[in-house]
């Protein structure tokens, strides 16, 4: 999911970091990852060059004023090029590419067969989608996750799951703030447009993991969002058992020292504020750790790509978000037990085999929706894979023959 341009930025910043021109500063650097999963979401959504936003057009092209008198071929990019492997810099690394080919979430082999054939583009056979699409017996206490392809379902699916509870529920409302990163100081000359880029840029928090609203109560599944600590990451499933009153949360984050302080530390002081009495949910995981979660200030940067047009961005919020049902894309990278996984409305190729691919055994998953279609695999993906010369890793000290 990483895109062309963000490689490129990193490479950028590498070199920075190191004063050196060489690809990554001169640093070894490993990739891990499979181009047959979901492809970069937002590609080229920012400018390499100068960082403004780039017009969602088939061909990438910067309108900015910082990249009229630049040549042609620093202003345009094909979509087609989204892809990592696409950057410059990965042909400059002279990369050795090496295939992992032990599968650990499934031992099962015809499990492990129906995923090969969806990601390589292979159409399955009656008897395949059948194991897929049977139902399945589910322990008694456990909860199979409804994976879909369309977020609007996924909110609708949530909503109507939690008006099925009948706790009271708590509501959070996020607050957003953004700053200019170099501050105007005192009997400066403003420049107008300050204000309208704070407006802006506060506007790309629309689509910010963290929800503007949240809404919760006792038994509603939820995920985590944010990682907490060496055992709760961005994935974590669980269940809320009760609201506890956060007492010490703004004392936490005043004796934390990190960038964006005071932005973070303004930004808790107005989410406590509009968010009172200041209740926090007590969730049990699923690897059965119980936890008070926080409210957490996320901060990024927008602008451009000096100091003095950079605009610092902060969205407050509890990292949570309800889970009865999750989008394929929030999946990837989870491992789930449980796995319902609706077929309708599939648009992207690598979806089917992410979602069905998150399950560790057919006895745990179910395939419905009745629609048995494969889209197609990218075929830039396709050709990546067929050209690239493949290594095996060969044990410590034991060399080809």
Avoid at 321 to 334: C, D, E, R, V, Y
Wanted: net charge positive; aromatic share 8%.
């Amino acid at each position: 999911m990483v895109e062309n341009q963000f490689l490129e930025r990193l490479n950028l910043l590498f070199q920075n970091a190191m004063v050196n021109n060489l690809p990554f500063g001169g640093k070894q650097v490993i990739f891990l990852g499979d181009f047959h999963q979901l492809p970069p979401v937002k590609p080229f959504e920012f400018c390499l060059q100068c960082g403004e936003s780039i017009p969602d057009k088939p061909e990438v092209v910067c309108l900015s004023a910082h990249c009229k008198g630049l040549p042609d071929q620093m202003k345009f990019v094909k979509k087609s090029d989204k892809w990592a492997f696409r950057a410059p810099v990965w042909r400059e690394l002279r990369l050795r590419h090496v295939k992992l080919e032990q599968i650990h979430r499934q031992k099962d082999a015809r499990f492990q067969d129906i995923l090969n054939k969806i990601r390589n583009g292979q159409d399955l056979e009656k008897d395949e989608w059948h194991d897929l699409e049977r139902p399945k017996e589910i322990p008694k206490h456990a909860f199979a996750v409804r994976l879909m392809s369309m977020l609007y379902k996924v909110k609708q699916f949530n909503e109507q799951e939690l008006l099925k509870l009948r706790s009271q529920p708590k509501s959070w409302r996020a607050v957003d703030l953004c700053k200019k990163l170099v501050g105007t100081k005192e009997g400066e000359w403003r420049d107008p447009n300050i204000d309208q880029k704070i407006r802006e840029y506060r506007d790309t928090l629309r689509d910010h993991r963290f929800l503007p609203e949240l809404t919760l109560k006792v038994g509603a599944r939820v995920v985590l969002l944010q990682n907490l600590s060496g055992k709760l990451v961005n994935g974590s499933q669980g269940v809320i058992i009760g609201f506890q009153h956060a007492s010490r949360e703004l004392e936490k984050i005043r004796e934390t020292h990190g960038e964006h302080q005071s932005l973070r530390e303004e930004a808790m002081v107005a989410y406590h504020q509009s968010n009172m009495p200041p209740w926090r949910p007590l969730v049990r995981f699923a690897n059965g750790m119980v936890e008070l979660i926080p409210a957490i200030a996320s901060t990024s940067i927008r602008g451009g790509s000096k100091v003095q047009e950079q605009y610092v961005v902060c969205r407050t919020q509890i990292p949570l978000t309800l889970a009865w049902a999750l989008s394929i894309h929030k999946s990837q990278g989870m491992t789930l037990d449980y796995v319902e996984v609706s077929s309708k409305d599939i648009f992207e190729s690598g979806q089917l085999y992410v979602a069905l691919s998150r399950a560790t055994h057919l006895g745990g998953l179910r395939l419905t929706g009745f629609e048995r279609k494969q889209l197609p695999m990218d075929n830039d993906v396709l050709k990546f894979y067929t050209e690239t010369i493949w290594e095996k890793l060969q044990p410590r000290g034991k060399k080809k023959a």
